[in-house]
């Protein structure tokens, strides 16, 4: 493993994101403790310091998966993250938050009250570090809003040393949004973390944010490398392409030493599930081996046919809300698969399977405004059964 720092903490190059666990019988909130917890004692064997969480994930288990797992280690040999969940709440009266879809039905909270149930949840007392979760045009009416006050909280935590380093992660639309921010609360943040991966460079002008970013002299750690998996399985043809270079290399290992040239990229998190993955991803990060300028031509190449993909991470945000209980991502891989030519991917869509069936989707909406993609996924429930 190799190292890197923010804030002049070293850190290691690959991090351990806890929303990708491996789970039982497909049920997001229900982590497989004994599986899961070999692939962090793999983690912590392997130089892997970083482990990144937040208050949503796993349906809110996996604060509590991660701080069970870690805590037969001594607190200093590994580096704390979780998110204060403002991208998903609403603000009612006296201070007091509610969650809007996503987390719906979770009891009303305040700003301190939520930050101490993640510290009781992860079993620390200090948080290496800790982030507002998705900074977005959409969540700055919480954490911009006056009476919540929710950036003195974080920076009265920090002063108390309950914060090390303070962060936030951002899905925003435009690199402006997270230049305004950052201009507006200069000197608060040591790092952002942001979506980076060598097809959003281009997609979603994840290279004007990372401009940004190290414009304020901050580090980047960086989210869905490998696109929640869409990179480390490319089509056919894109795949022949990378082969033909490097025939034993995966579509991953590529895509992570795209990373790994970015000077100003500290951590790169990889939400691993099986240890197959991080056995995988521990060898790519033994040492840096950025791609050289032929490779990296060619890798732009294989982004610019993958253009017109609709930008799903799988992230399952979406699938929580929805009254229909279809298998979101599920369909919106099976429709980038139809569009781009993949004419076997309408057979992932089952008639018999109601969850993958595009055509019960009755246009509520419920999962458009929770979407940190901003996809509409109505318009694509829409659209695809006359593409078959
Ligand atoms: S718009 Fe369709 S896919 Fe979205 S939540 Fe409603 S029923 Fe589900
Ligand atoms: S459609 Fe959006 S919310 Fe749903 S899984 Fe994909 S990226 Fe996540």
Redesign the pocket.
């Known amino acids: 493993m190799y190292y890197k720092e923010i804030a002049g903490v070293k850190v290691s190059a690959l991090g351990m994101g806890n929303m990708r666990l491996p789970v039982i019988d497909g049920q997001e909130s229900r982590i497989r403790q004994d599986k899961a917890e070999e692939i962090i004692d793999y983690a912590m064997s392997h130089g892997i310091t970083y482990y990144d969480t937040a208050y949503r994930y796993h349906g809110g288990q996996s604060e509590r998966f991660i701080g069970q797992a870690l805590k037969k280690y001594p607190r200093d040999s590994f580096l704390l993250a979780s998110k204060f969940p403002g991208h998903m709440m609403v603000k009612k009266e006296n201070g007091v938050v509610g969650f809007t879809s996503g987390l719906a039905g979770w009891p009303d909270n305040t700003v301190a009250g939520v930050f101490a149930e993640q510290l009781e949840k992860c079993q620390v007392d200090y948080f290496d570090f800790y982030l507002l979760h998705n900074v977005s045009e959409k969540s700055l009416v919480i954490y911009d809003d006056p009476e919540l006050q929710v950036i003195e909280f974080m920076k009265q935590k920090k002063a108390e040393g309950r914060i090390r380093h303070l962060g936030f992660s951002s899905h925003a639309s435009s690199p402006a949004t997270i230049d305004d921010f950052l201009t507006r609360y200069e000197g608060v943040f040591d790092f952002v973390q942001i979506q980076l991966n060598y097809l959003d460079w281009k997609l979603q002008d994840a290279k004007g944010k990372y401009d940004v970013i190290t414009k304020h002299g901050l580090k980047v750690v960086v989210m869905e490398g490998v696109r929640g998996g869409r990179l480390a399985q490319l089509p056919e043809e894109q795949m022949a392409k990378l082969q033909a270079v490097h025939p034993e290399d995966s579509a991953a290992r590529w895509a992570l030493r795209w990373l790994q040239g970015l000077p100003e990229v500290s951590v790169v998190l990889s939400g691993m599930t099986t240890l197959e993955q991080i056995q995988e991803n521990v060898e790519t990060f033994a040492a840096p081996a950025p791609l050289d300028q032929a490779e990296k031509d060619l890798l732009t190449e294989v982004a610019d046919s993958m253009l017109n993909w609709v930008p799903c991470t799988a992230c399952r945000y979406?699938t929580e809300?929805?009254?229909?209980?279809?298998e979101?991502p599920k369909i919106i891989a099976a429709y980038n698969g139809v569009k781009n030519g993949d004419h076997m991917a309408r057979y992932d869509l089952d008639a018999a399977d109601p969850s993958m069936d595009?055509r019960?989707?009755?246009?509520?909406?419920?999962?458009?405004g929770i979407c940190p993609q901003n996809i509409d996924?109505?318009g694509i429930?829409a659209e695809f059964p006359g593409m078959l």
């Open positions: 979406c809300g929805c009254p229909m209980e279809l979101i595009p019960r989707c009755i246009g509520c909406g419920a999962c458009a996924i109505p429930m």
